[in-house]
């Protein structure tokens, strides 16, 4: 099968070019700069925002997968509403079978963040010309580059003792790189995951507070948080911003976010890719390896 990962290059697309390969697979990898691509798979040059790129980028492909955002813009929902709609359009020319997005969790119950309104208008827009969708939706996956994760872990490496938003007694339900790559890969030769929306986490539920008490254990750390009702959204990431390298406006539509409860209410995908996912630490344990491996590469 010719799968086309878009967003090859990123946080969950370069793991998932290697496991898809593993599988039998033959990878397009969708990429804006194809000659700096070291990665699996033939780099094809792709942008989402360019919709007269799309056409030879999925050319022939059987499956795509769908894992690119605009959140450090200031208008990223109008843009990943344009993506989204020109995508599914190249793909429905292209005789595309199906289209694989991850995306995020949250009850369609709540008041929704604008980040998570986003995810949920990408859903529908990516099957608005026709192609089926498998829709992953997850809270925060941990492992090393990810945005949420790293806020987590800087905060934590930067900060002994913190004076923190509401948000950080809000539920969540983490889950690990590897295990989300390989709910991506188990569905994709699944008749029965087509045109359906599944729920991923790993087996526990934490409040952020929660998460930033066990990586300090595990780092061996010592850290003190002290939850205050008066920062706001904007002072909020102004403050990670100072504290993290995540920009300010990455850090505002994910603060955004913290306010919503992300959890797995439907755990169905467990009985079509069957597997026990990591617990909170060992992801945590993981996503530090590899971070510890990449600078060992980089100093050498």
Known sequence: MLVLVTGASGFVG???????????????????????????????????????????????????????????????????AEAASAF???????????????????????????????RREVEGLLGSAGVPVTTLRAGIVVGHGGVSWEITRQLVDHLPAMVTPRWVRTRTQPIALADTVRYLVGVLELDETEDRVFEVGGPEVLEYREMLQRVAAIQKRRILIAPVPVLSP??????????????????????DSMTNEVVVEDD?????????????????????????????????
């Open 14 to 80: 370069r793991r998932l070019g290697p496991e898809l390969t593993a599988a039998g697979h033959d990878v397009r990898a969708m990429t804006r700069s194809p000659e700096k691509y070291h990665g699996v798979g033939s780099p094809v040059y792709g942008d989402v925002h360019q919709p007269s790129s799309l056409d030879a980028a999925l050319a022939g492909c059987d499956v795509a997968y769908y894992l690119v955002h605009s959140l450090d813009a200031a208008d990223f929902e109008r843009r990943d």
């Open 268 to 300: 169905s995908i467990r009985k079509l890719v069957p597997f026990e996912p990591m617990g909170f630490d060992e992801a945590v344990a993981a996503a530090l390896a590899d971070r510890s491996r990449e600078r060992s590469r980089v100093v050498r």
């Open 88 to 118: 599914a359009a190249a793909a429905s020319r292209a005789g595309v079978r199906r289209i694989i997005y991850l995306g995020g969790l949250g009850s369609d119950f709540d008041q929704l963040s604008q980040h998570l309104r986003s």
């Open 234 to 255: 904007r002072l909020s990431s102004r403050w990670l911003s100072l504290i993290t390298d995540v920009d300010t406006r990455t850090g505002r539509a994910l603060v």
